[in-house]
């Protein structure tokens, strides 16, 4: 496979945007001033890591892309020491972030790390669930802790307890240091993200590979469905919508609840109603912690948690109750989803010939089974519960620099990489001290004005899928599972890339993630805020989603994503409901406009449009 | 009582020397008496399958018309030390030898037993003179040989009685082939020793049909049945005069997982006019349509399943879609067998010996993932 060189890429700069490469950090840049580095580039393949970064990265934003370059590549290589890779390497171009697994190629290395890797990894596989348990642990005292940091302002005059205590610190060293517990915190959170991640993947991994040798033609979808736990987490927020749901009628405050898609107005009423106020006392130990889930990944700033938009998990308990009124069911069928994952792990053993191949089968499903909890659990933790309450903290920071006039908007803060945060903070406390301006107020606000157009013009840059050396293998489990999702999926998003007029693309093509076959009326929804305009029976097509979106599957016949594989949530939701789903487009929400008529496979992958 | 159960009902349990048998008195215990293909018939009937009703004239039946005719002795004659090498000895001598078959008279009680059950499987069907297929069903002895010969031996839409014995003697008459005698001179079989049954079967009137293997013909895999159809008789698909269309279902969900529609453009169906079987041009607006629809496919996989279930082994099923009859009771198995060639490899193991998910997940690793 022939892919461009990655520093002929970086050559063509984008007009206007010359310079942007101060908005990340250094090391992230292909370079041609250092021979030996430039070489080791050249030689590499890269990837562009389209799943995880649909849009280009805003400087702060980039700081989640740091940590797991850090935890993920110390856990490969000097934690597990997992013999023929070493870490996972970073660059970017243009605001995208590309990757690249670097092996380890001395065979006598890989030779040596062998019995550590067997004997590191092996406690962590043998030792599981207690493991698992201890983290769960480590990660909630975490969280407690980012929720507990405190921001402090900057006062004119410190209290005088400071002086009374003999405290010696001032209110600027504590912002200083607050920032910086912070930050760390968040490199912290993403330090356990790692500690079972990649075990995990590698045990679904291989076995996805066994199960395909032993049946070439298998759905990944349905391995996936083999292993899938059943009560996931992630499920949770969405039970919780269905039990404010149930107590709403129980309470006879359901019309209330109901009265309108503003959160503002039905609190106004339920607080002014004596149920209404019981029923604000479940909703709010509901939220404690289900509300932190992000309306998005969790990935980006922009990323909302319920907690910051009520009206997301508003409209979902309206969905809710009215399937109630209906008489209709809101309960998952449960039951009936053990059932159907344990018939189709009993056929596809009954298939198997071979009575070793049979015992490796059980043996695989077993480690697989054991482990992949915890692959579909963490992003609840982290990238939903940490993220949201962090995201928040940092808003608090931003509105202390705007405060000081080095930000315009506290939104603005997102365009200034975590470092130079830090360098602000800096210049504001000893102007707060000193009694000065900060020197900062005429530099940032108009640096962030450039950078916003930087990004803008990011944003309509297409990032080429690969570039560098492929190798003939890849070894890194996490790779893998990237790569298989990237590696089929770019080809089908670069034939959609190739035709220029995209009101002339009538079909699309993604994964199966769910079987069946509905025709329907599309309806693009950006954000999960838009959901309230589903309509009974439509398709939803979306960038992706996540568990903030559960209740808009209880409305729709079909789903199509962007972005996300056999594992991604629209995926395992719509396999539950038994409605098609076709994930990882690439383009549906920018090619389909809401009310085309479309027909949704979810065997094959294919999404026609009808013209 | 419909003419149907009437017919099942009233005849004795047929003796073993019986000339004649219905389908359904046969089973897969009765591969000696009646060839592969009648008793695996009768098989699929009692396991509950829609199998298109019909009858068999046995092995014994064949045999003692051949007897009676006074050919078993002239084959003798005629065989005694011929040389499997001397092709052209052998044509001269199949085609005395076949041509003894095809016009020597037969008993008349014979004759009549054969036009009876005709008659009596016309008024099952509640047709005057059904349309019947007529095949060789070979025995296992003779396997090989038999089935090159059975390949060529099957006369579709066959009508009265006349009709149906002309062809009966035709496919009688396979067993002695210029390549099937040469087979059993080098496998050393007596050559009045081996045997051939022959099966009258009701046509189904197609719509669509094709085949079905209840495995990957490409790569052996279990988890799929592959179905492959076209419009019309399914004569068009077996002999390989059109890309079928083509569909891939998972065994275990039953969901369709490839579909591939071909420019079908020819298709083998009856000429109402004359009677008879032909090949004809597929209009052009119907050569790219799906000649299966997707809830055919499923039910079709689900039987294909229930019937490797009942055989314990992978399947290679013939099929048809009856235009004459609704939705959801038309799909007919005209056909089914063991699949040899998948299932005839020793099962190789994938892992070797088992080893723990550890061991297992190291050796992935080290063998990493290629790029394609």
């Known amino acids: 496979m022939k892919f461009p060189v990655p520093h002929d890429v970086r050559a063509q700069v984008i007009p206007g945007t010359e310079g942007w490469e101060r908005m990340y950090p250094y090391q992230y840049q292909f370079v041609t001033d250092d021979a030996e580095r430039n070489a080791y580039e050249k030689e590499a393949f890269w990837f562009y890591d389209g799943l995880h970064y649909p849009e280009p990265l805003y400087p702060f934003d980039t700081i989640w892309d740091e940590a797991w370059y850090l935890a993920l590549s110390q856990y490969n290589n000097r934690i597990f020491m997992v013999p023929p890779v070493r870490g996972v390497d970073h660059r970017m171009i243009n605001g995208y972030v590309y990757i690249s697994p670097v092996p380890v190629k001395d065979g006598d290395e890989i030779g040596s790390r062998v019995p550590h890797f067997m004997e590191r990894a092996g406690h962590y596989y043998k030792n599981w669930d207690d493991l698992e348990a201890k983290w769960k642990h480590k990660m909630e005292a975490t969280i407690r802790e980012l929720e507990k940091l405190e921001l402090p302002r900057l006062p004119d005059m410190e209290e005088l307890n400071v002086v009374i205590d003999a405290l010696g610190e001032s209110k600027g060293f504590h912002l200083l240091k607050a920032y910086d517990d912070l930050i760390n915190l968040g490199i912290k959170c993403w330090q356990y993200h790692f500690e079972f991640l990649n075990l995990g993947y590698a045990a679904y991994v291989f076995f996805l590979d066994f199960v395909q040798k032993l049946f070439p033609s298998i759905p990944p979808q349905r391995v996936t469905q083999m292993i899938s736990g059943i009560d996931v987490i992630m499920y949770q927020p969405d039970e919780e919508l269905k039990k404010l749901a149930r107590r709403a009628i129980e309470l006879g405050v359901d019309q209330l609840v109901t009265s309108s898609k503003e959160w503002t107005d039905v609190e106004k009423a339920l607080k002014a109603d004596a149920k209404g106020t019981e029923w604000l006392v479940s909703l709010s130990l509901a939220k404690e912690p289900w509300f932190n889930v992000s309306t998005g990944t969790g990935w980006f700033h922009h990323d909302r948690s319920w907690n910051d938009e009520m009206n997301v998990p508003l409209v979902g308990i309206q969905t809710y109750i009215e399937k109630l009124r209906e008489g209709a069911s809101i309960d998952r069928p449960t039951d009936k989803v053990i059932a159907e994952r344990d018939r189709i792990t009993a056929e596809y053993r009954d298939l198997i010939q071979d009575e070793a191949d049979r015992k490796q089968f059980d043996e695989l499903l077993g480690c697989a089974k054991t482990v992949f909890p915890y692959v579909e659990n963490h992003l609840f933790y982290v990238e939903h519960w940490f993220h949201s309450v962090f995201w928040n903290k940092m808003r608090e920071v931003a509105a202390i620099l705007k405060e000081h006039g080095v930000l315009a908007d506290v939104e603005d803060v997102w365009l200034l990489r975590r470092d130079e945060i830090k360098q602000a903070l800096w210049d504001v406390v000893t102007a707060w001290a000193t009694g000065v301006k900060p020197r900062g107020t005429a530099t940032w606000p108009k640096e962030i004005e450039w950078r916003k157009g930087v990004m803008e013009k990011f944003q309509q840059w297409s990032p080429p899928p690969a570039i560098g050396t492929a190798p003939e293998v890849i070894q890194e489990p996490f790779t893998i599972v990237l790569w298989g999702v990237t590696n089929k999926s770019l080809a089908d998003w670069a034939a959609v890339q190739e035709v220029g007029d995209p009101e002339t693309i009538t079909e699309l093509k993604g994964f199966g993630g769910s079987p069946g076959i509905v025709e329907g009326k599309a309806r693009v929804c950006r954000t999960v805020s838009e959901v309230g305009q589903l309509e009974e029976g439509e398709i939803l097509v979306a960038p992706t989603t996540s568990p903030s979106w559960a209740p808009a599957f209880a409305k729709i016949g079909a789903c199509v994503t962007d972005v996300g594989g056999v594992m991604s949530h629209a995926a395992i939701v719509c396999r539950e409901y038994g409605m098609p789903a076709v994930v990882g487009t690439g383009h549906a929400t920018k090619v389909i406009r809401s009310g085309m008529m479309l027909r949704v496979d979810g065997s094959t992958g294919a999404v026609s449009i009808q013209r | ?372």
């Open chain 2, 1 to 372: 009582m419909t003419a149907a159960a009437e017919a099942i009902q009233v005849r004795p349990k047929p003796t073993s020397d019986a000339a004649l048998v219905w389908f359904e008195e046969c089973d897969k215990h009765d591969v000696e008496r009646v060839g592969g293909k009648c008793s695996s018939l009768g098989e699929l009937i009692h396991m509950g399958v829609r199998v298109p009703p019909g009858f068999a004239i046995t092995t014994a039946g064949c045999t003692r018309f051949l007897q009676d005719a006074g050919i078993l002795d002239e084959i003798d004659r005629l065989l005694q030390g011929i040389d499997a090498q001397d092709i052209e000895r052998l044509e001269q001598v199949s085609s005395l030898v076949r041509g003894m078959i095809e016009s020597r008279p037969m008993a008349i009680e014979l004759q009549d037993e054969i036009a009876e059950a005709y008659r009596k499987l016309s008024v099952r069907c509640c047709v005057p003179a059904a349309p019947v297929a007529v095949r060789s069903s070979a025995t296992a002895e003779d396997l090989p040989g038999a089935s090159f010969a059975g390949q060529q031996d099957t006369y579709l839409w066959i009508r009265g009685a006349d009709g149906v014995l002309e062809h009966v003697r035709r496919c009688i008459s396979s067993l002695y082939t210029a390549r099937a005698i040469a087979y059993r001179i080098r496998m050393g079989f007596e050559h009045t020793q081996v045997a051939i049954s022959v099966g009258v079967q009701k046509m189904a009137n197609a719509y669509t049909a094709g085949v079905m293997f209840t495995l990957h013909p490409g790569n052996g895999d279990r988890s799929v049945i592959v179905i492959d159809s076209n419009f019309g008789f399914g004569e068009s698909v077996v002999s390989g005069e059109v890309t079928p269309d083509h569909f891939v279902v998972n065994k275990v969900t039953l969901d369709i997982m490839e579909r591939t529609i071909s420019q079908k453009e020819v298709c083998c169906t009856v000429d109402l006019k004359t009677q008879r079987c032909v090949t004809l041009p597929v209009p052009a607006e119907r050569q790219n349509v799906q000649s299966l629809i997707d809830d055919e496919i499923s039910e079709l996989a689900w039987m294909g399943k229930q019937i490797e279930k009942h055989y314990g082994r992978p399947m290679d099923v013939e099929w048809a879609l009856d235009k004459d009859l609704p939705a959801g009771g038309n799909i007919f198995i005209l056909q089914a067998r063991p699949e040899t060639v998948w299932s005839d490899k020793a099962a190789t193991s994938t892992s070797g010996e088992a080893r723990s998910a550890m061991d297992f997940i190291l050796a992935g690793l080290l063998s990493g993932r290629r790029l394609s």
